[in-house]
């Protein structure tokens, strides 16, 4: 697999990283671990989960894979901070105290040192930005953590805190910004993707997929195994079953027919290729979808493919 620098950073890293949202709590050992090897097999590096996913589930499972299925050294770890899963919903707090100790907490469950990369999961009005980027620089100080991002920021978000942390003298710039990026939602395009290549952020898309829509596997109703079947997902698939997101699936598919593609390849290989990306975060509810996604390493759209799909998925 490819690999590409993140930003402008020394940091480089495979042009599809393998998100763990799910691992721990509908992904369970034995899927994660065929997962893994699957993905490092096929040159994948990037390893992207987060302490709010499963409340640390998913980061103390990572942990029992380190050095069983993949060396640490042959990966790069990216986490995420300031998000926490609450009975009833979801809490957010980017103070540097919690930030900090939020990374401690990750490091035990993983079961390692230090991260490659570690983002602050969202913005939240509460907490000086100064303060939170802060704990980012403490961080990499301390040695816990190699670089440095950023998550779910808007446009002015992205390049205030970009421009303060080159700016003030001591600061680590950051190395990216990991924002939901598909066919479905190319919102990103007006603001923050020219703020991350003004100031040379990698960007990470997560759901390239639009939350398994694009896969086309709605195209007729709900499959009983499928994400919006459950109950903690349904709301989260549920705002791309309207009629624009239909009918851009359907354009997927027609472009998919047409080159002989399934159109997840067409969805993922358009989002892979845009300006400014550095690698789509993509996951996988098994290792079989997981695959068949690892094979657009070889695949690109034609110009004429890529200029149709723009157009009927344009905001």
Not at 119 to 140: F, G, R, S
Not at 196 to 203: S, T
Not at 231 to 258: C, K, M, Q, T
Request: with cysteine; proline share 3%.
């Amino acid at each position: 697999m490819q690999q590409r620098r993140v930003g402008n950073t020394g940091l480089t890293v495979s042009r599809l990283g393998l998100g763990t949202m799910t691992w721990g709590r509908d992904t369970d050992e034995h899927e994660a671990r065929d997962q893994l090897i699957s993905f490092t097999e096929a040159g994948g590096t990037l390893l992207d989960t987060a302490a709010g996913y499963g409340n640390g589930a998913s980061e103390e499972l990572i942990g029992t894979l380190i050095g069983d299925v993949v060396g640490r050294d042959d990966i790069v770890l990216a986490t995420k901070a300031g998000i926490s899963a609450v009975r009833g919903g979801r809490s957010y707090n980017t103070s540097r105290g919690h930030l900090l100790s939020t990374l401690d907490a990750s490091l035990r469950r993983l079961g390692v040192d230090h991260v490659d990369l570690w983002q602050v999961h969202i913005w939240t009005d509460e907490t000086p930005i100064e303060e939170t980027l802060a704990a980012l620089d403490t961080a990499v100080q301390s040695g816990r953590v190699s670089y440095v991002g950023i998550s779910n920021y808007t446009g002015w978000q992205t390049a205030q805190a970009a421009t303060w942390q080159r700016a003030v003298p001591g600061r680590t710039p950051l190395a990216c910004t990991q924002v939901e990026y598909s066919l479905l939602n190319r919102a990103v395009e007006h603001e923050v993707l020219p703020a991350a290549d003004a100031l040379g952020l990698g960007v990470l898309p997560w759901s390239p997929l639009g939350r398994g829509v694009l896969t086309g596997k709605y195209r007729t109703g709900t499959p009983s195994d499928s994400r919006a079947a459950s109950s903690h997902f349904a709301n989260f698939v549920s705002p791309y079953l309207d009629d624009r997101a239909s009918g851009i699936v359907e354009a997927v598919a027609r472009a998919a027919d047409g080159l002989g593609w399934t159109a997840l390849e067409v969805a993922l290989t358009w989002v892979r290729d845009r300006p400014g990306v550095t690698a789509p975060i993509l996951g996988a509810r098994t290792a079989s979808q997981l695959k068949a996604a690892l094979g657009v390493e070889e695949l690109s759209l034609p110009d004429e493919i890529n200029a149709a799909l723009d157009d009927v998925s344009a905001d």
